[in-house]
């Protein structure tokens, strides 16, 4: 078994049957990375938030064992790589689409916390509700984003009023991911244009997700090719 | 005290002010009087945003909007906020604040602000002779030269003995590390791996990276490549030349902002602050 972490546990004790769709998905760990990258994350920590579509030929395995955010990292890159194939995951024109999928992985680790300690079924209700308020949390901040010319002035008491709105709908939300290295990585990538292609794929995202009735159910429509 | 309205910034409302003042009075009134000519404000409503969603300020530097929010206790707001808002001021009042097409300027802006407070601490250390350890600056650095191995007493010591040296060395390396983090992004998928391999190479042999370990260099990095394009103008270029080149040719903090001419920015922003007074 090549994945040994004990980081893997939390993972594997919350909902095993998901954690292994995502790992088989990957079709086994391919790294390929001949070189040791630990160092270069283990002095500056948040590297990996600089990649909105993890680059697999940056990691190695040893790198995964050792990192406490190793299986989250691996969990990223099998909804990514998914993402990519069957989305258009950060692809130019990808906006609507890319940002909804941006909210189901960041809250997918959240979603194996709290199933270690109540009902799955549970815990994935929790997951549907937090997917869709990061959702409209990052649609709003970027349309705040790219609505403000950043040498004027920002509306700061009408955006202070509404993220104070998201926080007391949703606290976790905040407490989870890199929302503004989202929001500055998705207008790099995706640009600010949403094509009619995305647009169909976003209104599937969203059946997906509200017809499921567990992760299992959701992971295997999200992740078929 | 909680405030309800906008207060201009002041000398006493920065915490630890008064006690760098006294340590480079030049350079450290120089940062706060950048700010308060341009009427910078401490703001409720900006100190209510860093509180609901710390990670707003990561999203955009608004240079002009002159709100202040971040690290406000009351209606005081931390030195360390202050001088790094009032560097990017003189840096940007010198250089221009344009984005596009100038991502390496906007970079380097960054990289200036960040050493900072190595700056001030290993000062303030030097002219009282003691390290002040409880900081929470200080705190950081010594826990993160823990977790990457390196002697934070030998490398604080030798700041010390020369503060500005220590500042030149670490702007000069958290600059390169940043650019070599915007040509990962840049090279994309066609050479990211023997980019990482470099980066890693250089990080290694970094006798100051737990100096900034802790400021998450992605951030401005992700900023530069959503906000100014990939590609720098030839002002771009030229201005990072000249600014590196002043920042090599000065021996001292004042220096370098005497050579930035600081002194004609500040005069000219006062003389448009009291005409605005006289005016009101």
């Keep these: 078994m090549p994945l040994e972490s004990s980081f893997i546990l939390k993972y594997k004790e919350g909902d095993l049957e998901s954690f292994d769709l995502l790992i088989q998905s990957l079709g086994g760990l391919p790294f390929r990375s001949s070189h040791d990258p630990f160092l270069a994350w283990q002095m500056i920590p948040k590297l990996m938030n600089l990649f909105l579509v993890i680059d697999e030929s940056l990691l190695s395995l040893k790198f995964i064992n050792q990192n406490p955010e190793g299986p989250s990292i691996l969990i990223r890159l099998a909804l990514q790589k998914a993402a990519v194939r069957n989305f258009s995951y950060g692809k130019r024109g990808s906006l609507g689409a890319t940002t909804f999928i941006a909210s189901i992985i960041e809250a997918v680790d959240l979603y194996f916390e709290e199933a270690k300690g109540r009902s799955k079924k549970s815990a994935f209700r929790s997951f549907q509700k937090s997917v869709v308020v990061g959702f409209n949390l990052r649609k709003y901040l970027i349309k705040y984003d790219l609505s403000h ?8 008491s009408k955006l202070s009023k509404k993220m104070a709105q998201f926080k007391k709908n949703n606290e976790k939300i905040f407490a989870i991911g890199n929302i503004s290295g989202f929001i500055l990585k998705v207008k790099f990538s995706c640009g600010t244009k949403s094509t009619q292609k995305d647009q169909g794929n976003l209104d599937h995202l969203k059946v997906i997700l509200e017809e499921s009735k567990s992760m299992e159910e959701f992971l295997k429509k999200f992740l078929q090719p | ?44 409503q900006a100190i209510r945003m860093t509180k609901v969603f710390f990670a707003f300020y990561g999203f955009g530097y608004r240079i002009r909007s002159r709100k202040m929010g971040l690290e406000v206790n009351g209606d005081t707001i931390n030195w360390s906020t202050v001088y790094h808002e009032g560097l990017h001021n003189i840096i940007g009042l010198r250089f221009g ?12 802006n960054e990289c200036l602000g960040l050493p900072l407070p190595l700056y001030f601490m290993a000062s303030l250390a030097q002219a009282s002779g003691f390290i002040h350890r409880n900081t929470s600056f200080m705190q950081t650095i010594i826990r993160d030269s823990k977790r990457l191995g390196l002697p934070f007493e030998k490398n604080f010591r030798k700041a010390m003995g020369d503060p500005f040296k220590a500042y030149k060395g670490a702007v000069l390396e958290v600059f390169s590390v940043h650019k070599r983090l915007f040509d990962i992004l840049k090279a994309s998928k066609i050479d990211g791996e023997k980019k990482l391999r470099a980066l890693t190479k250089e990080l290694k042999g970094s006798e100051n990276v737990f100096f900034y370990s802790h400021s998450t260099p ?36 004042e220096d370098f902002f005497k050579n930035l001419g600081v002194s004609k920015i500040l005069a000219e922003l006062e003389k448009s602050d009291s005409s605005s007074k006289k005016a009101a």
Excluded: W, Y
């Design chain 1, 149 to 156: 010319d950043l040498e004027n002035k920002p509306e700061l």
């Design chain 2, 97 to 108: 604040t344009k984005l596009i097409g100038r991502p390496m300027m906007t970079l380097l």
């Design chain 2, 218 to 253: 992605v951030v401005p990095v992700l900023f530069v490549t959503g906000n100014c394009g990939m590609n720098s103008i030839r002002a771009d270029i030229r201005a990072v030349h000249e600014c590196l080149e002043i920042l090599h040719a000065s021996k001292t903090f």
């Design chain 2, 1 to 44: 005290m909680k405030l309800k309205r906008s207060i201009r910034l002041r000398d006493e409302k920065i915490l630890g002010h008064d006690v760098f003042v006294q340590v480079d009075p030049f350079v450290a009134q120089a940062l706060v009087d950048v700010l308060k000519f341009q009427k910078f404000k401490i703001d409720p």
